[in-house]
């Protein structure tokens, strides 16, 4: 029953895919329409990180957590993508429904926050839903804060209000 985190290998998109649907689901039940999180399968997220990694995968990084040989949750960081000096992004963290509080969502981040500052930055911004409270205690609980930035970002073609958190990094 061991978690390992590794960087993602080729073969493993598809099933990144897998979790990012399974946690989009379970994670913004309630914040956005299920039909509109239901609208957009597995394969086609799994198709959309297959496309888009071999572009990325030089300025980001795509980690994948393990269990018992099984792609269980990731995160994908990279440069802020407003390109704020000395900032990095956290771009995602998705886990499968199975996975929390298992201590799968901390280990991932406390990674992602490493990486970010062996990449330079000095600062860690994400974006969260706003209705989104058990997120929001969790990043807060790992010492992100709120900056009062907001936008309204698409999550499978439904119109979401996000809240931008920071942090320090180590």
């Not at 995968?57 to 040989?69: F, K, M, P, W, Y």
């Not at 860690?124 to 970002?153: C, I, K, M």
């Amino acid at each position: 029953m061991t978690l390992v985190l590794r960087p993602v290998c080729r073969d493993d998109l598809m099933a990144v895919g897998a979790v990012h649907h399974a946690s989009r689901i379970d994670t913004y039940r309630g914040f956005v329409d299920p039909e509109a999180l239901e609208s957009v399968p597995a394969e086609a997220l799994g198709r959309w990180w297959y496309e888009r990694w071999p572009y990325e995968r030089d300025t980001h990084r795509l980690t994948v957590a393990e269990r018992n040989g099984r792609i269980v949750g990731f995160t994908y960081l990279g440069p802020d993508e407003y390109g704020e000096p000395g900032l990095g992004e956290l771009y995602a963290i998705h886990l499968v429904p199975a996975e929390e509080g298992r201590g799968t969502g901390r280990a991932l981040m406390v990674d992602a926050l490493a990486a970010l500052h062996e990449r330079g930055f000095t600062r860690a911004s994400l974006w969260v839903v706003a209705g989104n409270q058990h997120a929001r205690r969790f990043y807060e609980r790992g010492g992100w804060r709120p900056d009062g930035t907001e936008r309204e970002s698409v999550i499978a073609a439904a119109i979401t209000r996000q809240l931008r958190y920071l942090r320090p990094l180590p």
